[in-house]
T-cell receptor
Framework: SQELEQSPQSLIVQEGKNLTINCTSS?????LYWYKQKYGEGLIFLMM?????EEKSHEKITAKLDEKKQQSSLHITASQPSHAGIYLC????????????FGTGTKLQVIP | NAGVTQTPKFQVLKTGQSMTLQCAQD?????MYWYRQDPGMGLRLIYY???????DKGEVPNGYNVSRLNKREFSLRLESAAPSQTSVYFC???????????FGDGTRLSIL
């Protein structure tokens, strides 16, 4: 979606390296979701951020939302092959229903 | 995957044929969604249902119809399939406005 830009589109890292994926919105967000998708499978919910400046961590994955609530980053520390997949951000917009606009995804490969 | 069952998992159709994609959730939530995922386009909302008995158009509804049969089931119908509808289709349910959506494993549909 042009409303939500993810970068990079793809990433190849060596096992053990850190990496960051960015998600930028052209509009202020009510909330921001991060999902992971493996090939042939559905989306697995990782984290949700709602407040400006908020940061959440789960295992080796940390997600942050900036103060203006227009940009989020997903950081993976000491990457492992199990981290490989497609990471998607989803922006929760205002409106009468739970309208979520998704980015086009970042494909992550982790080389052992 | 997270209480959402989609059938079938794969399907090949000829142009002009019709078919219905089935989705059922076992979590008793009100909101259900149908998305399509295409390379470089991300996930796009086709239709959604805020509650049993109601349905509304999303971003790309043309060529599709939906039925919210009951609280558990939300089906997507292609009346006359076209090659442009070749895609991966995902069903999801939502727990509430600021809660994450949970996705099924998808239906991979090819139209020749």
């Amino acid at each position: 979606s042009q409303e939500l830009e993810q970068s990079p589109q793809s990433l190849i890292v060596q096992e053990g390296k850190n990496l960051t994926i960015n998600c930028t919105s052209s509009k202020t967000l009510y909330g921001l979701y991060w999902y992971k998708q493996k090939y042939g499978e559905g989306l697995i919910f990782l984290m949700m951020l709602q407040k400006g400046g908020e940061e959440k961590s789960h295992e080796k994955i940390t997600a942050k939302l900036d103060e203006k609530k227009q940009q989020s980053s997903l950081h993976i520390t000491a990457s492992q092959p199990s981290h490989a997949g497609i990471y998607l951000c989803g922006a929760l917009r205002g409106g009468g229903y739970q309208k979520v606009t998704f980015g086009t995804g970042t494909k992550l490969q982790v080389i052992p | 995957n997270a209480g959402v069952t989609q059938t079938p998992k794969f399907q090949v159709l000829k142009t002009g044929q019709s078919m219905t994609l089935q989705c059922a959730q076992d979590m008793n939530h009100n909101s259900m969604y149908w998305y399509r995922q295409d390379p470089g386009m991300g996930l796009r909302l086709i239709y959604y249902s805020a509650s049993e008995g109601t349905t509304d158009k999303g971003e790309v509804p043309n060529g599709y119809n939906v039925s919210r049969l009951n609280k558990r089931e939300f089906s997507l119908r292609l009346e006359s399939a076209a090659p442009s509808q070749t895609s991966v289709y995902f069903c999801a349910f939502g727990q509430g406005f600021d809660q994450p959506q949970h996705f099924g494993d998808g239906t991979r549909l090819s139209i020749l």
